[in-house]
């Protein structure tokens, strides 16, 4: 279902595939002319900070929140799109939200290698602590994952849970360090950015992949417990009101 998924997003395109880093790189390419240029934001990591530099230490968040927003965007509609699989008693329905998380990753994974290969081009080397990617962002996908399946359950029975979606979306990508150090911003402000999920995963992806550092494992610890919380808690909710969904649709 998910090689489906990704193979007919694409369906009848000239570029076919392309696509899946085309539209990313372009977004990339747009921020940090806006950034950058515009509002000559610096993220300090040298003194003479390239707009490539600036690029790179960009596109990591941008993945992140690309990750986490592509499921949600969806979920709303997931159950409503599969109306077949509802009437179908044996059918495991969890599973339509994990189509979606499975598509965002193979998207995330070719952005991750466009990133890498352009480290490669801009320093000649990349750091031995990229391979602690996939336990970085695993968090992040276990917290999606519950967050997808209260939503997808929610959109169900309110349609309107699809459009505030796209207005979460918005507010988790610039309420989190993005665009922006989290060290730019009064340490007051920091336990309410923290709320937000994106937060600690794109500092210790920044870490991981630009800085060659080791994650802060007792927060990693913490944030992973957090979100297994948050995995069951959304699966719950999911399996006890999927009982509904066919009389509704």
């Known amino acids: 279902m998910v090689r ?4 007919g997003r694409y369906h009848g395109s000239l570029v076919g595939l392309g696509w899946s880093f085309l539209n990313p790189l372009f977004m990339l390419t747009l921020y940090t002319f806006v950034f950058s240029v515009v509002f000559k934001a610096r993220w300090g990591v040298g003194e003479e900070e390239s707009k490539i530099v600036f690029a790179i230490v960009l596109y990591v968040g941008l993945i992140c929140h ?3 927003s592509e499921v949600l965007l969806r979920a709303p509609s997931v159950v409503q799109a599969n109306v077949n699989y509802v009437k179908k008693v044996v059918f495991p329905l969890e599973i339509l939200v994990v189509v979606p998380m499975g598509s965002a990753l193979f998207h995330s994974m070719i952005s991750l290698l466009v990133l890498l290969l352009i480290f490669v081009l801009v320093y000649g080397f990349v750091h031995w602590t990229v391979l602690l990617t996939p336990i970085v962002l695993a968090p992040l996908v276990l917290v999606t994952l519950g967050l997808s399946w209260a939503v997808a359950s929610a959109g169900v029975y309110f349609r309107d849970v699809s459009h505030t ?3 979460l979306s918005n507010v988790l990508l610039f309420f989190s360090p993005v665009f922006f150090p989290l060290s730019m911003l009064p ?3 920091h336990p309410l950015l923290m709320v937000n999920p994106l937060t600690f995963i794109v500092e210790q992806a920044r870490r991981v992949l630009i800085l060659g550092s080791l994650p802060d494992w007792g927060g ?4 992973t417990l957090v979100s297994c919380l948050v995995a069951w808690a959304g699966y719950w909710w999911f399996q006890k009101t999927r009982k509904g969904f066919a009389d509704v649709l």
């Open 4 to 7: 489906r998924d990704v193979i």
């Open 66 to 68: 690309t990750l986490l």
């Open 165 to 167: 979606m796209g207005i």
């Open 187 to 189: 340490e007051r402000f």
């Open 220 to 223: 990693l610890a913490i944030y």
